[in-house]
């Protein structure tokens, strides 16, 4: 899995590739920065982004499946959030007006930090709380009843995708480890300077 989610840098090296499906804006951010997260990206834009990957590298990339973006987000944790009970401004970048447990107050940044800003958890990933909340693969269901138990993508037809993580313009309740955000609009809206994703890669694996 990527250690960040994808940066405008790396977002506008994939999409001067050829298309695959769907035309990419180079620049589709709100918050401009090449180390900040790509947002203002649907969930048929992620996905182009990893076919034209795969492609150019011969290696298998795509999004994560909701099981995989949640063990690697908690790092071998059970608690809300990779850092323990309660979260704080000083950890990740969400709505600092809100607060989780006890937690503290504090700022509110009002629009995404660059990658790799707050402290990583166990497994080394960055920003899996806060900033932009993060596409999956799988089609939205309500609840885990017959969900894979391998971690496998839930694949069933349907134009609604769960998003994680939170993001930088939510409280902090929308960034637990735990947390699924419901997309009313669909996997073709973009949802603002909210959305963006990280990919992972399948070991040894090529096309």
Same mark, same amino acid.
């Given at each position: 899995?990527?250690? #960040?989610?994808?940066?405008?840098?790396?977002?506008? +090296?994939?999409?001067?590739?050829?298309?695959?499906?769907?035309?990419?804006?180079?620049?589709?951010?709100?918050?401009?920065?090449?180390?900040?997260?790509?947002?203002?990206?649907?969930?048929? !834009?992620?996905?182009?982004?990893? &076919?034209?990957?795969?492609?150019?590298?011969?290696? !298998?990339?795509?999004?994560?499946?909701?099981?995989?973006?949640?063990? +690697?987000?908690?790092?071998?944790?059970? /608690?809300?959030? #990779?850092?323990?009970? /309660?979260? /704080?401004?000083?950890? +990740?970048?969400?709505?600092?007006?809100?607060?989780? +447990? &006890?937690?503290?107050?504090?700022?509110?940044? &009002?629009?995404?930090?660059?990658?790799?800003?707050?402290?990583?958890?166990?497994?080394?990933? #960055?920003?899996?709380?806060?900033?932009?909340?993060?596409?999956?693969?799988?089609?939205?269901?309500?609840?885990?009843?017959?969900?894979?138990?391998?971690?496998?993508?839930?694949?069933?037809?349907?134009?609604?995708?769960?998003?994680?993580?939170?993001?930088?313009?939510?409280?902090?309740?929308?960034?637990?480890?735990?947390?699924?955000?419901?997309?009313?609009?669909?996997?073709?809206? !973009?949802?603002?300077?909210?959305?963006?994703?990280?990919?992972?890669?399948?070991?040894?694996?090529?096309?």
């Amino acid at each position: 899995m990527g250690k #960040y989610p994808i940066t405008q840098a790396q977002w506008k +090296a994939v999409a001067s590739l050829p298309k695959i499906e769907r035309d990419l804006s180079l620049n589709p951010s709100n918050f401009s920065g090449n180390n900040r997260p790509v947002e203002k990206v649907s969930w048929y !834009d992620a996905v182009e982004f990893c &076919q034209r990957l795969s492609k150019a590298t011969g290696r !298998d990339y795509r999004l994560p499946s909701e099981a995989q973006w949640e063990y +690697a987000c908690r790092g071998g944790t059970t /608690t809300p959030f #990779y850092f323990g009970e /309660t979260i /704080t401004p000083d950890l +990740a970048n969400y709505d600092g007006n809100y607060i989780y +447990a &006890q937690g503290p107050k504090g700022i509110y940044r &009002q629009e995404t930090t660059p990658v790799g800003k707050f402290p990583p958890n166990a497994f080394g990933l #960055y920003d899996m709380h806060g900033n932009v909340q993060e596409w999956c693969a799988d089609a939205w269901h309500n609840n885990y009843k017959d969900a894979p138990t391998d971690g496998s993508v839930w694949i069933e037809n349907g134009n609604h995708s769960p998003l994680r993580g939170g993001s930088w313009d939510l409280s902090p309740s929308y960034c637990r480890s735990a947390s699924r955000i419901y997309y009313s609009f669909g996997r073709d809206r !973009d949802h603002g300077s909210s959305n963006g994703f990280r990919v992972v890669c399948g070991a040894g694996r090529t096309l």
